[in-house]
């Protein structure tokens, strides 16, 4: 998935969506680093913020 796909959904307002198509069957290191910030953005907003902040905690050397 796309971060402009990602964002698109996040527009829509689909953010339980947004989630779904994110996590499904994917490991978080796995998913790149804008992903994981909207991810967690979008998890913060529904309420899970135990998830969201273990989403964005970003090794630093992904950061450079």
Do not use: W
Request: glycine share 6%.
């Amino acid at each position: 998935m796309t971060y402009e796909h990602c964002l698109q959904l996040f527009r829509k307002g689909q953010l339980r969506k947004l989630i779904q198509a994110i996590t499904d069957g994917r490991r978080l290191q796995d998913i790149e680093t804008n992903v994981r910030v909207l991810l967690g953005y979008t998890l913060a907003i529904v309420g899970d913020t135990s998830f969201a902040r273990s989403v964005i905690e970003i090794e630093p050397s992904r950061l450079v």
